[in-house]
């Protein structure tokens, strides 16, 4: 195990890609021989370690470079259960450091043009231009310390392609792009719901799905390849919906993209009249049906697709800084986990995504109010709860085998007296109607919190579609929009 970073192993550095002069051959070798035992380094290329309280970040499985999963836990990670998550470890030890507002800046993903090779040359680069001399007065002065420093470091980490920051950038549009935006502005709690994509080219479930549920929810979700097992795309089946009259929220899963392919398919859904999308890094490959594809690197975490996405639209710029003549237009959404790790640690890597251009929250399941009051007082010491919109998820359970399975699932919480309930319903052989009770108690105590931070609630019923008009009308959240159905076909 590396000495400063509690992983459980020293993995492989990445091999660079070109060979290099001699001096930095040579400076490879020093970083490879001083920081591989001490900090477990793989030669990303990109150091952070500054920004992560002397933990190297590359530890993490997925390569996560602004923060933890919706999965981690403070026990282990879930990709490889016996290993701590690195980033709870970061978390923690910047918060006994008092480094924690360093953990807010969004950091570039990697730039592979530099993956294996050494960061100390561009270290000793960035002095020469700031001249020796200068640099050496700086940092002996307690008044220039700080700003000698990050003039140094700052350039290293936050190339001119990225420059990211820790601020909250406003989206430069007044007037919604979609249905969603529209009544979220307008006040009206909504309600979203998620549709399964097919597992085939046969549309005939998803088409009446979305015939089904779309005069009760405001909008609907259509997720990208969820426990990374692949299904019909996100793009497809929200260009459907749009064809039927229902309003779509892309989703988007930073584990199946590259940069090129995210900002090459965000330019293709707009056109086609997609002005939802949903950033979320995406399930571990761990979780998929076998043979999986790697599943150490991400090219993009869900923060870093939303500063491009943001940019792309309120910039009209490619990531690569070209001119997006007319550019996509989208309200930006991404994924909460309330449950996930420490709710302080969790509410920090929500405002960084609000900073980063999230607009609206979905968050993961909820079955424990209390602890989800936690969180939300956790993202009002924050001040973010005026800058997004947030719609709590909920599962109607169908079984007890269901719930137990919850209990399972990386970021979701079932408090005892749930399962409880269900053990005993499922003893007296009513365990389903029990199951849509909780769900319909759940969504009538979130709607209490409309006044202190929370917009919305988004069922998520794995499959069990025809349970979502229920939901909607028995929780008394039918949308204003609503026509009943005699009076559509008049
Ligand atoms: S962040 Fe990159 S360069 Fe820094 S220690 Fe980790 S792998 Fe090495």
Not at 124 to 152: C, D, F
Not at 173 to 187: D, T
Not at 436 to 450: G, H, P
Request: hydrophobic share 35%.
């Amino acid at each position: 195990m590396p000495i400063f970073t509690p992983g459980r192993r020293w993995q492989p550095p990445f091999m660079p890609f070109k060979r290099e002069p001699p001096t930095r051959r040579l400076l490879v070798s020093a970083e490879i021989i001083i920081k591989g035992p001490l900090w477990g380094c793989r030669m990303c290329g990109n150091c952070l370690l500054q920004e992560t309280a002397f933990i190297c970040p590359m530890e993490c499985p997925k390569g996560l470079r602004n923060g933890p999963c919706g999965g981690s836990t403070p026990e282990s990670c879930y990709v490889d259960k016996t290993r701590p998550c690195i980033w709870y470890k970061v978390y923690e030890r910047s918060f006994n450091m008092g480094r924690q507002e360093k953990l807010m800046e969004v950091l570039p993903p990697l730039d592979w043009e530099k993956v294996g090779s050494e960061t100390w040359g561009d270290v000793a680069g960035q002095v020469k231009k700031m001249g020796t001399g200068n640099v050496v007065k700086g940092l002996v002065s307690p008044k220039k310390r700080y700003q000698t420093w990050e003039g140094i470091f700052r350039p290293v980490r936050q190339p001119d392609w990225w420059q990211g920051d820790s601020e909250y950038h406003e989206p430069k549009y007044k007037e919604p792009v979609s249905e969603l935006e529209r009544r979220l502005k307008a006040g009206e709690f909504v309600v979203a719901c998620e549709i399964t994509p097919p597992l085939s080219v046969s549309t005939n479930k998803l088409t009446s799905n979305i015939d089904l549920v779309k005069q009760y929810v405001t909008a609907i979700n259509f997720t990208d390849n969820a426990s990374a097992t692949p299904r019909m795309t996100s793009w497809a089946c929200s260009k459907f919906a749009i064809e039927r009259g229902a309003e779509p929220v892309m989703q988007i899963a930073a584990r199946d993209r590259t940069r090129a392919g995210l900002q090459g398919e965000i330019l293709g859904a707009s056109a086609l009249g997609v002005r939802n999308v949903l950033c979320v890094t995406g399930d571990s490959a761990v979780l998929a049906p076998q043979p999986r594809g790697r599943m150490d690197i991400n090219d993009l975490d869900a923060v870093q697709m939303l500063w491009i996405l943001r940019r792309m639209r309120d910039d009209g710029r490619y990531l690569d800084g070209r001119e997006i003549k007319f550019p996509p237009r989208y309200f930006l959404g991404a994924a909460a986990s309330p449950f996930a790790s420490d709710p302080k640690f969790q509410a920090m890597r929500e405002h960084k995504k609000v900073n980063a251009g999230a607009q609206f929250f979905q968050t993961n399941l909820v079955y424990d109010i209390e602890r989800m009051e936690i969180w939300l007082n956790e993202l009002a010491k924050r001040n973010i709860l005026g800058k997004v919109y947030i719609m709590i998820g909920i599962t109607p359970l169908k079984s007890l085998k269901m719930a137990r399975y919850m209990t399972e699932v990386p970021g979701v919480w079932v408090p005892e007296p749930i399962l409880k309930r269900m053990e005993d319903a499922d003893g007296a052989g009513n365990a389903q109607e029990e199951g849509v009770q909780i769900a319909l108690e759940l969504a009538r105590k979130i709607k209490k919190y409309e006044k202190q931070g929370i917009h919305g609630l988004h069922i998520m019923p794995v499959g069990w579609e025809d349970i979502v008009p229920r939901i909607v009308t028995e929780s008394g959240l039918l949308p204003e929009s609503f026509v009943p159905s005699q009076q559509l076909k008049k």
